[in-house]
């Protein structure tokens, strides 16, 4: 299995508490290897995230954070206009080409059960599964132009196809998408990536990515 988070310095310590959940649920995987985007880690706290990680025989990739303003061919006003998480957009350039699926995840998630059952998933002609978000759906439809049978993901948790991604030329598209609203999207990757997968989009059960909004409403599942 392969998984992908984002890390600063400063949010070292919560990515340490959510790389122990992932290792102790998941000990019936035979590999487990961590490609983490370094967003100016501290050697220390690099030290420490690979001795946790070998703790459970698993492996983790330090990866650094490329210039946005490179990697979309587009000049950003500030480093951070796409916010942190922009690296997600970009995983079939930052990953070898070997990984040919990766669990994308935010460094503050909790994994409470082993991740097998979505490892596994047979997700056919998808590039990318998630959970939809549950609030403000037709607002969120209409102004990213999605049908109302396409899913808008919550960012959180994304498991993608590496190798349908590369094909269908995603990050080109989203390019194209950054430059033709001058690098202002609402939400940044969450927006774009379910965009520019729009009728390729697996729906997940919220089970995978239950945030708070999730308790606060009552849902239909």
Known sequence: MNIFNFCSDSFASVAAVSLVPIMENNKAF??????????????????ELEKLVRTYNRVIHFIKAPDPSIIFEYS???????????????IGTILPDHVEKVLC???????????????????GQHIMAGVSECINLKSYGRRFQLDIDNIYCNAGILLVDLKKWREENIEDKLKQEIDKYNGNIFFFEQTLMSRMCKGRVLRLHPKYNCYTAFLLLIIKI
């Open 30 to 47: 035979d590999r487990i290897e961590i490609y983490t985007v370094d967003d100016g880690i501290s050697d220390q706290n690099k030290s």
């Open 76 to 90: 950003f006003k500030t480093r951070y206009q796409m916010g942190h998480s922009y690296s997600r957009m970009c």
């Open 105 to 123: 995840l935010d460094s503050d998630t909790l994994i409470l059960d082993s991740l097998s059952e979505l490892w596994n998933i047979d997700m």
